[in-house]
């Protein structure tokens, strides 16, 4: 049986390479192919193909083979069209995904037409809770018959392409690729869309305040994980939340209520967001404006920014963080409100005045607790 190993690999890190040999070893395959993305139903892919390629060959250094079906494929390359063709080609197959992958595959296009062409097989990561996983294969086979298997020896170290692409962004260093596909990285000029924005903050925060920054992106885009948003919202909106920390200039547009007190920072990060950033977006201002007064009627952009804000793993220690953060990790929503109350609770107990907009959010999401 072959294993087919789909993805971006925008880019490849070394944790596919451990995967795909402890999964052929786990499940007895014949070989594991690797299935870079072509024309992805699921994501816009800003990295040509050509370029992924080279990085993924140098990333396997001709351990495993790649497959370059989806790049021929014409139009966009669903699971349940493709799969078909590598089944002719290779015979026995079982498809590869991830927990998270698993978690929404209700909402692929005709999964059910998927588990009827080949096995199933998952590799949980990071945080994913082996009994979620497993539930949810389980309701899968019951609806739509199949094949699901969870791998119960391997499991996926808290790594991801999409954090790649961050630290590759902030000029973090890049542990996490071989010095070989680093090199494309750096000879192409990769992942640097918004260096122009990264550097104007870091200019404007000390390093501590900068590191903190980091860490929310990248708390951010982990969250994101399980929800779905545009990288851009995410990544814009952790990065320019605390913009105005440490600069005392006060921008127009900015209540006058909020002038000298602890909240300025978010509602005048808002507006040089889009005076001296040129962000026009409502949702990635409204992000900044509100990650610390919270509000009513809280997009799930704004509970991303404030509770990443509030658990990210750089600066973050305090007391309880972990537990917050698995929660934010696992589900937004409980880990927005876990978040919140953990605030609001902190700010009776110091007798700190309330603003009117975060007593909103609190009728809102933690009055009926």
């Known amino acids: 049986m072959i294993g087919i190993f789909g993805g971006a690999f925008d880019p490849p890190h070394k944790e596919h390479v451990r995967i795909a040999s402890e999964i052929k070893k786990e499940f007895s395959l014949d070989e594991v192919v690797f299935l870079p993305s072509g024309n992805s139903p699921h994501k816009t892919l800003q990295t040509p193909f050509s370029l992924r390629l080279k990085m993924l060959q140098a990333a396997l250094g001709g351990a495993f083979p790649i497959d ?54 998952v590799i949980p990561r990071g945080e994913d809770d082996l009994k979620e996983l497993s539930a949810a294969a389980e309701g899968y086979m019951r609806r739509w018959g199949g094949k699901i298997l969870i791998s119960q020896t391997v499991r996926g170290e808290d790594v991801s392409s999409t954090a790649i692409r961050a630290k590759c962004a902030l000029g973090m260093p890049l542990d ?24 104007k903050v870091k200019s404007m925060l000390r390093e501590k305040r900068w590191r903190h920054t980091c860490g929310v992106v990248l ?29 005392d200039r006060v921008n127009p547009g900015v209540p006058e209520d909020v002038v000298g007190t602890k909240v300025l920072h978010a509602f005048n990060g808002a507006e040089e967001a889009k005076l001296g950033f040129g962000i026009t977006d409502p949702e990635i201002l409204d992000a900044i404006r509100y990650h ?13 920014v404030y509770t990443a804000d509030m658990v990210e793993e750089l ?51 933690c009055k009926k607790e």
């Not at 390359?77 to 080609?89: C, D, F, G, H, Q």
């Not at 010095?179 to 000029?189: Q, R």
């Not at 995410?234 to 605390?242: A, K, Q």
């Not at 610390?292 to 991303?304: P, Q």
């Open 68 to 121: 370059q079906t989806e790049n021929e494929f014409p139009g966009r390359a669903y699971s349940y069209k493709v799969l078909p063709l590598l089944r002719e080609k290779y015979g026995e197959i079982a498809f590869i995904i991830g927990g998270d992958s698993l978690l929404a595959f209700d909402k692929w296009r005709c999964p059910e037409e998927i588990v009827k062409i080949c096995p199933i097989l």
């Open 176 to 199: 996490d690729v071989t010095e070989e596909v680093l090199k494309i990285i750096s000879a192409n000029g990769l992942y640097r869309s918004y260096e122009r924005y990264v550097q």
């Open 219 to 247: 708390a951010g885009l982990k969250i994101n994980e399980r929800v779905g948003l545009p990288f851009e919202k995410v990544f814009l909106g952790c990065l320019l939340h605390d913009c105005m920390k440490q600069v």
């Open 292 to 304: 610390t007064t919270g509000r009513a009627g809280m997009t799930a952009l704004d509970k991303l």
């Open 315 to 365: 600066t973050r220690d305090f007391e309880g963080v972990e537990e917050l953060r698995a929660a934010a990790y696992r589900d937004l929503d409980d880990g927005f409100v876990r978040c919140f109350k953990v605030c609001y609770d902190s700010l009776i107990q110091r007798g700190i005045p309330i603003y009117y907009l975060t007593l909103d959010c609190f009728e809102q999401y």
